[in-house]
């Protein structure tokens, strides 16, 4: 069965950091690549990053360039979303996703990969 959980969510100040994780089950992480989005309430569901199977390749939103970092591990079934400099337009349930294929692909802003598992997601809430 796959799975996939994120952790790491919480609530924090503006200009603070988290680190988000993505556990992946039921699947071979080494072949997908991974994406991270976000929804906050009354809005449409944006990606923010990507990272890609092979090579490793990332992509990013414009909106979080310089402040978000997606890494992965597959020898341990988990992608990372690091958030510094965290703003209150930050703040939303984010979720990860995979089975989409190998490669991160970007046309103008917007992941086209069909992603075939999600995972619930974590809430991020910055405030002070």
């Known amino acids: 069965q796959v799975q996939l959980v994120e952790h790491g969510g919480g609530l924090v100040q503006p200009g603070g950091s988290l680190n988000l994780s993505c556990a992946t089950s039921g699947f071979t992480l080494d072949y997908y690549a991974v994406g991270w989005f976000r929804q906050a309430p009354g809005k449409e569901r944006e990606e923010v990053a990507c990272?890609?199977?092979?090579?490793?390749?990332?992509w990013y939103a414009d909106s979080v360039k310089g402040r978000f970092t997606v890494s992965r591990e597959n020898a341990k079934n988990t992608v990372y979303l690091q958030i510094n400099n965290l703003k209150p337009e930050d703040t939303a349930v984010y979720h990860c996703?995979?089975?989409?294929?190998?490669?991160?692909?970007?046309?103008?802003?917007?992941?086209?990969?069909?992603?075939?598992?999600w995972g619930q997601g974590t809430q991020v809430t910055v405030s002070s």
């Open positions: 996703a995979a089975e989409g294929g190998p490669l991160c692909i970007e046309v103008r802003g917007t992941l086209v990969m069909h992603f075939g598992s």
């Open positions: 990272i890609s199977s092979n090579n490793g390749r990332t």
